[in-house]
């Protein structure tokens, strides 16, 4: 398999799937396994410094197909979480992501007000959208596992996403699809069709029995567990994605194993079970 095989042409790996390695080892990791892209988390890039990750990008050849992430939108501190978002929009533009990852924030502790939480999602949605639109940057909503509602995410259907989205100019708004959330949705294949362009990234890895104790870390290597990563692939082309598919996955024991190992093996499965 050479550097050029065309079957990788859109193939991304996540920096959380080998969350050990600096920008400048994933980079390098996912070069030489003929990787063209990578998806960056703000806390490695940080510590890289953002200049010095995205020169190790682009020395190693490759494209930044997300940056992660921004969000956590229904605390109390409106005005600290916008000034976040608006610094996390500035990382995005200078390593060169297309677009920034959103996990939009759970319930504040003690509340159970769903509707609002919302609400202040959509509100601080609208405030940043210009700020995007002037960073080149394009708002990627995830919706998450209802599991994940009260923490981590209030959108837990690509449904609910794409109403938000949609609210917003397309260049400033999208959707994530992240296979692991979304395989579950009886709706999902008709909220793909319907998302069409609002499509910002497409995510793989598997869902995997039995969960873990912290559920977080219970994705799998595509071909492992129960969802259907293919066919989720095949729609968000259907639907005129043509962009990067990005594999991202949260599991110790991937993150433990040696990071050159763990590229080879989720190419090898991008070969069998995505394309």
């Not at 999902?188 to 497409?202: C, H, K, P």
């Amino acid at each position: 398999m050479s550097a050029a095989d065309p079957r990788l042409a859109r193939l991304s790996i996540n920096q959380a799937t080998v969350k050990r390695l600096s920008v400048a080892q994933a980079a390098d990791a996912c070069a030489r396994a003929g990787v063209p892209a990578i998806g960056l988390w703000r806390e490695p890039v940080a510590d890289a410094g953002t200049a010095a990750a995205a020169k190790a990008v682009r020395d190693a050849g490759l494209r930044v197909s997300s940056y992660c992430r921004g969000g956590f939108l229904t605390g109390p501190d409106r005005t600290a979480a916008l000034d976040d978002n608006r610094r996390a929009l500035d990382e995005a533009a200078e390593v060169g992501s297309p677009c920034l990852v959103m996990v939009v924030g759970g319930l504040p502790e003690g509340d159970r007000d769903l509707v609002g939480a919302r609400a202040r999602v959509t509100d601080a949605l609208a405030e940043l959208a210009p700020y995007a639109l002037e960073r080149g940057v394009r708002l990627a909503l995830e919706p998450l596992h209802p599991m994940f509602c009260a923490d981590r995410s209030v959108l837990s259907t690509l449904g609910q996403a794409l109403d938000m989205a949609e609210a917003l100019p397309e260049a400033a708004a999208g959707v994530v699809v992240d296979a692991y959330h979304v395989w579950w949705d009886p709706e999902v294949y008709g909220q793909i069709a319907r998302a069409g362009a609002r499509i910002a990234s497409y995510q793989a890895c598997d869902w995997v029995l039995p969960l873990p104790a912290d559920a977080l870390l219970g994705r799998g290597m595509v071909g492992d567990g129960h969802a259907d990563v293919r066919g989720l692939r095949l729609a968000v082309d259907r639907a005129g994605y043509d962009g990067d598919i990005e594999v991202e996955i949260f599991n110790e024991r991937v993150w433990q194993a040696d990071g050159d190992e763990v590229v080879a093996e989720v190419v090898r499965r991008h070969l069998a079970h995505v394309v």
